[in-house]
């Protein structure tokens, strides 16, 4: 486990792939709260999504596996922000990352978000319900044509096997709520202060934001969870006593 380390915020322009979803706009706004420059890349029919902020950033509307599209929205940023999302059965988040990884600025940062349900080093040790979800709920969302969890899989094997400045942040499960800090983590999904599987997903997109300025997590792909869960509160209160003991 680690906590994640706070440097003084050093990228100025920076880029949100995704940014009209939820996840998106918690994470334009933290970016905002920053001090940073903005440039959001959401499909055409969601930029009024971002309405409450089209004053203070740049909005490329356009589908987010569109190589020309995201060309022009990356040119110049220090960080790049994408959501991965497995929707459709076209390769959407494969060719998100590839277009991202192609055309980023030479050593900007790339952060990327993602489920536990993808593993870097096959280390990980899953819940049967989690399992369960992906084996079940995985072929009927291909079947019906919803999303393919295996596109998911493949965007991410690109960003392992990539040489750029890449993190990929694996959500828990999450609920919506007040911004309860910065979400704590650990390389493997089965360690004990994950326990818990819940993170708001304000505080989702302040890990990712908060990404950009630490270097600590460069090619890492931390499982986080939040950090007034009750594992990682237990966690905590463990590393304190072995502190003082
Ligand atoms: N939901 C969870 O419980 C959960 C758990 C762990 C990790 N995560 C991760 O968290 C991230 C955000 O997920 P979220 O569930 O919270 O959703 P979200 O933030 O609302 O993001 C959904 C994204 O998918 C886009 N989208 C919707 N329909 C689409 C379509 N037909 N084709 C292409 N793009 C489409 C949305 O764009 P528009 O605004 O244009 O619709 C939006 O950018 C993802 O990386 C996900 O893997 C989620």
Redesign the pocket.
Known sequence: MATQTQHLARAKKICIV?A?????RYMVQHALDRGYEVVGV??E??VG?LDAFKDRITIIPGA?DNREVIKRAVAGCDAVLV??????VHG?SAGTAQAVLDYAEPGARLIF????HITRDGQDVYSWRLKAIVAIFGPIARLVRFGDIDD?VEACRRVFASNTRWTIVR????EEGESQGLPVWSRHVGDPILQSNRTR?VD?ALFMVAAIADDTLIHEAPAIVGCQTPSAIRHAASDKRAATA
Do not use: A, E, N
């Open positions: 995704g009209s979803g939820k996840l998106g959401c499909r029919q969601s999504k987010t959501v991965l999302v497995p929707l459709g959407y978000s993602c489920g536990w998911q959500g828990s499960d999450l997903r989702f």
